[in-house]
C-alpha cells in the first residue's frame, strides 16, 4: 500500500510567481499612464508657451498721440484718430479682422463696424445717432505710412486709424476704445474728453 505525503511547496512557488507576475504587470501599466500624463502635460505646456510667443509678436501699439476730432461748432467729439504699429519683432496682422468696441458711462458699442471705403466724412456721419445699437458707428483706415495699399499690418507699416464717437463723448466724459485683433492680447485706449474741445484736440 502507498503511502501519501503531502507537500505544498511546489504550490507556494507558482503563487509566488503569479503574484510576481501580476505585480510586473501592474507597475508596467502604472508606469505607461504615469510616462503618458507626463507626455500629455509637456505638450500642453509646449502649446501654451508657442501661443503665448505667437500672440506676444503679433500684438501692436499705438504710436504718438490719440487725437479727438470735432465738427466746426465744437461741443462732443465726432471721431477719435490714432496711429497703430507692429510691436518690436512683431508679424504682420490683418488689421480688418481687428473687432473694435467703444465705451463710456453712457453708451455702449459692442461692435463698431469696419468700413474699408471709410474717411473722415463717413466717421462724422455714423457719429451722428451712434447709440451702439442700430447705429454701432464705424472705423477705417484714414491713411496708410510706408504700408502697401492692402489692410496686412507689417513690421515698419504704421495705419492711422479712425472710431467714431457717439454724442455722449461730451466734455469731460471718460471712454474706453478696445482694439481686439484676430491674433494678440487687446489693446485699450482710455482717454478723457477734454474740458474745452477745439476742432483738433489731443486726448489723456
Known amino acids: 500500500m502507498r503511502t ?51 500672440q506676444a509678436s503679433s500684438s501692436m ?10 465738427s466746426s461748432t465744437p461741443d462732443r467729439l465726432n471721431y477719435i484718430k490714432f496711429t ?19 465705451t463710456d458711462p453712457t453708451t455702449r458699442s459692442p461692435d463698431v463696424k469696419y468700413n474699408p471705403a471709410g474717411n473722415a466724412a463717413t466717421l462724422v ?3 451722428n445717432g451712434m447709440d451702439g445699437t442700430s447705429n454701432k458707428g464705424e472705423w477705417c483706415i484714414l491713411e496708410r ?7 496686412i499690418l ?19 466724459v471718460p471712454f474706453t476704445v478696445n482694439l481686439q485683433p484676430s491674433v494678440g492680447a487687446v489693446f485699450a ?7 474745452g474741445i477745439y476742432q483738433v484736440n489731443i486726448l489723456y
Open 189 to 195: 485706449l482710455k482717454r478723457t474728453v477734454p474740458a
Open 154 to 172: 507689417e513690421p515698419g507699416e504704421q495705419f492711422v486709424i479712425g472710431v467714431s464717437t457717439p454724442s455722449t463723448a461730451t466734455l469731460n
Open 4 to 54: 501519501l505525503f503531502k507537500d505544498d511547496n511546489a504550490f507556494t512557488g507558482l503563487e509566488a510567481a503569479i503574484v510576481l507576475i501580476a505585480f510586473i504587470v501592474v507597475a508596467a501599466v502604472f508606469s505607461y499612464v504615469v510616462l503618458g500624463a507626463g507626455f500629455f502635460t509637456t505638450q500642453k505646456s509646449q502649446e501654451v508657451v508657442y501661443t503665448g510667443v505667437q
Open 84 to 102: 497703430i504699429g507692429n510691436t518690436a519683432g512683431g508679424t504682420g496682422l490683418d488689421v480688418s479682422k481687428m473687432v473694435v468696441t467703444y
Open 125 to 127: 456721419a455714423k457719429s
Open 145 to 151: 505710412i510706408n504700408a502697401n495699399p492692402d489692410t
Open 61 to 70: 501699439e499705438v504710436i504718438g498721440n490719440v487725437y479727438g476730432i470735432a
